[in-house]
DNA sequence: TGCGTTGACCCTGGA
DNA sequence: GGTCAACGCA
């Protein structure tokens, strides 16, 4: 293949080796910028043009858009058919076109439903109050963390209920083993059993574990560092026949510890793959040399790590700059400048990027960057597919798909309204546990229609809701385009939203563009791309479930992208702003009791940092209008972020704010303390991050502090728990550093 | 009995 | 600013 003879002679050595690797378990430790996805891909169009089957190549990747990115650069290399053989895809994707191959074996509906955290958040819910849980401690978001913990753990209900240590937990178990039977009963799985029913199925099923070993002669695998447990068991088992592993992955970009990402997966690859190969890539092709030593010298205060340093060809450039802002509104205003100044100077919009810790800081950036008119788009918030429009429609194609699918029904059973509310539910709910198996909601709701046992207008509501999803049901073999419109028009869905004032015209486009996506899947399929006749939709619906806002990225369009740090990973820019740099926020206030969270958040800007090529912008607010617990705004004053004094002050021009109050500069005072002067009551000790004494509790921690009617109320976490008082009654604790 | 309104509580990140 | 349960009206 000529094709890709060029890529190679561009590579440098360590990525030669890495993709020149014989064979056998190699890991590639490619710091930010080195140029890994190259080395994936050509690794890819090397295996290919050595006559590597595609077929037999699988490749994970962690986001849609890097698959689809990914496909797309192969393609140029070998060509479209190869390509498209590939398994190239995010682990849930790949798990969902394994279990699909083999629902039958698996004991589920060929077309299961696959319910996102809404759905579950439902199902736990129900159960809470089947259970009569009390709410407080046991929210249902809470109770699918842990649940969601022990999946990606591939921890059983019952194994969970032998290992619980306290009467919570075992109500978690007892919950746990409960939505599972939901779930199963509505044909569903839930993100976390895209993988594990995968191992599951391996491990259990001798003859599908043995195919699927074979299947692949190649296992790749990007952002190695952010699987969890499940996942890593899925790609043993997936290259367990051939051995042929390759994966690619930073230990210091590890930021989904909280999802349970497991470092010991890059750590311990070694032991976990004996005879593995090892290969660093330390040369960075993207950030200036200063951009570059700040990075190194903010991750290098972290203790868990393999250790590396990345270096640089290209010239030191500009420093990077600091500003500390009044509020979070002055930190929005400076940041238009910044961008206004780029673009005055002939930048791209499109070339910079604002990262923040958390959405909610959109906002603010959001009405300042609106009314400066400059272009810029929000990835994240809420994503396309959980709209409110879209998931009502896309729940009536589920319920189309699979009757079975409960989350799905109820959404849409009283849409539009048909008269059908709690008393019939509850109704339809007995009758369905009346069964054995339990019947579907629907099948339920049928039978009772069927017996006569509802009142006339409860009657005629599900009389009119069943004839609808049977007519839909007969028009699953046509074409897509067909049945959608027909949806929109017996549910009068459109004309409803005219009803409802100003956002009815954003929500008919979000209709429209549904609508447009679908059409692409009935293309796909006359393309002859699709499985099978009549699976287009369970398809879609698939990817549907899948996908993200930041899936949705396009090339080309000239705006400022606002973004969280976490869905900047992987992407780069020319300037970078990181927006918020102050003690509780980046790092997180969640994160400031345990050192192995505080060096993800660490981590966290660690990646943000390395994200910009050229030119950065780190801004802090010296007070922050947050919503706080009590209700209303508050204002609440922080520290700056410790990780901004990690960059050396050589690297580093630090702005005043506006006003000159608080200076931001370390060592005069309490000046990097904003939050100190917040209000003439603010005791100057007590702000967020800071270590302080108290007569009765001692010593302790401030874990968040805002002005209230009696003045500074601080969190404080003290040796004897959390406890919430007045900042007057707090001294400094001495060195910041809680022992 | 359904439905609209009110008030309590929440909020880190996301496949 | 958003969600959800409780409440009271039609």
Same mark, same amino acid.
């Given at each position: ?34 140029? +890994? ?13 050595? !006559? ?43 798990? =969902? ?53 022990? @999946? ?56 599908? !574990? ?37 994966? =690619? ?25 004996? !005879? ?31 250790? @590396? ?81 879209? +998931? ?176 900047? +990973? ?156 007045? !900042? ?12």
């Amino acid at each position: 293949m000529t094709l890709f003879t060029p890529v190679v002679s561009d590579l440098n050595p360590e990525q030669r080796a890495a993709v020149e690797h014989p064979g056998g378990p190699l890991l590639v430790i490619a710091g930010a910028g080195s140029g +890994k996805t190259r080395v994936l891909t050509a690794r890819i169009a090397r295996l290919l043009a050595s !006559g590597v089957d595609p077929r037999a190549v699988l490749a994970f990747t962690f986001t849609n858009r890097a698959a689809r990115e990914m496909r797309e650069r192969i393609e140029r290399a070998v060509g479209a058919a190869a390509a498209r053989a590939l398994w190239v895809g995010t682990f849930h994707a790949t798990g =969902v076109r394994i279990l699909r191959q083999e629902a039958a074996r698996v004991g589920l509906p060929r077309d299961f439903a696959i319910y996102d955290r809404e759905d579950q958040e439902g199902v736990v819910r129900d159960i809470a109050r089947r259970l009569a849980l009390p709410e407080a401690g046991y929210r249902p978001a809470l109770l699918l963390d842990r649940i969601s913990d022990a @999946k990606s753990a591939l921890v059983s209900p019952a194994e969970f209920e032998r290992l619980a240590p306290s009467p919570f937990e075992r109500r978690v178990a007892e919950v746990y083993g409960l939505y599972e039977a939901e779930l199963r009963a509505s044909g569903a799985l839930d993100f976390d059993d895209l993988i594990a029913r995968v191992v599951a199925l391996m491990r259990d099923d001798p003859e599908a !574990g043995a195919r699927w070993s074979r299947r692949f002669a190649h296992v790749l695998v990007d952002e190695y560092q952010d699987t969890n447990h499940a996942q890593f068991r899925m790609v043993q088992a997936l290259a367990a026949g051939h051995g042929n592993l390759f994966v =690619v992955g930073d230990d210091d970009q590890s930021i989904y510890g909280w999802r349970g990402a497991d470092l010991s997966n890059v750590l311990d690859f070694e032991r976990a793959f004996p !005879g593995a190969a090892l290969v660093r890539l330390e040369q960075n092709y993207r950030s200036s040399g200063n951009i570059l030593r700040a990075a190194n010298a903010v991750i290098a205060n972290n203790r868990a790590r393999k250790g @590396k340093n990345l270096w640089s060809e290209r010239e030191d450039g500009a420093r990077l700059r600091f500003a500390l802002a009044a509020d979070e509104a002055d930190e929005a205003r400076r940041i238009r400048r910044f961008l206004d100044a780029r673009a005055a100077a002939g930048g791209r919009y499109d070339e910079a990027a604002v990262l923040y810790r958390t959405n909610a800081q959109s906002r603010a950036l959001e009405s300042e960057l609106r009314g400066a008119g400059i272009p810029f788009e929000i990835v994240g918030g809420v994503a396309f597919y959980q709209r409110r429009e879209v +998931k009502d429609l896309v729940a009536y194609l589920r319920a189309v798909v699979n009757p079975a699918d409960a989350a799905a029904f109820w959404r849409i059973w009283n849409l539009p309204r048909r008269g059908l509310g709690d008393a019939v539910r509850a109704r339809v709910e007995a009758r369905a546990a009346a069964e054995r198996p339990v019947l579907a909601p629907r099948a339920a709701l049928a039978a009772l229609v069927r017996e006569g046992a509802l009142t006339r207008a409860a009657a005629a509501g599900a009389t009119d809701l069943l004839a609808l999803l049977a007519e839909l049901e007969g028009m699953r073999a046509g074409p897509v385009e067909e049945l959608f419109a027909r949806l929109l028009e017996r549910t009068r869905y459109l004309e409803s939203l005219d009803e409802e004032a100003e956002s009815a015209a954003e929500r008919r486009a979000n209709v429209e563009e549904l609508a447009a996506a679908l059409a692409t899947v009935s293309a796909r399929e006359a393309a002859g791309e699709a499985e099978a006749p009549g699976d287009r939709l369970a398809a879609f619906l698939a990817d549907a479930a899948l996908a993200t806002d930041a899936d949705r990225l396009e090339e080309g369009a000239d705006r400022v992208l606002l973004l969280t740090a976490h869905n900047a +990973k992987g992407l780069e820019f020319a300037a970078v702003v990181i927006a918020g740099l102050e003690e509780g926020l980046m790092p997180h206030a969640s994160a400031l009791e345990s050192d192995s969270e505080l060096e993800e958040e660490r981590r966290l800007f660690y990646v943000a940092l390395t994200r910009a090529r050229d030119e950065v912008l780190l801004t802090a607010a010296a007070y922050r209008r947050r919503f706080a617990p009590g209700g209303g705004m508050v204002a609440s004053g922080a520290r700056i972020s410790r990780f901004v004094d990690e960059i050396p002050a050589g690297l580093l021009d630090r702005e005043r704010p506006a006003g000159a109050r608080p200076t931001g500069r370390s060592g005069d005072g309490d000046g990097r303390s904003p939050g100190a002067t917040a209000g003439s009551r603010g005791a100057t000790h007590a702000a967020v991050g800071r270590v302080v004494y108290h007569e009765q509790f001692g010593r302790g921690l401030v874990l968040e502090a805002e002005e209230g009617s009696g003045g500074l109320k601080c969190t404080v976490r003290f040796a004897s728990g959390v406890k919430r008082v007045l !900042g007057r009654f707090l001294s400094p604790g001495g060195h910041d550093d809680p022992a």
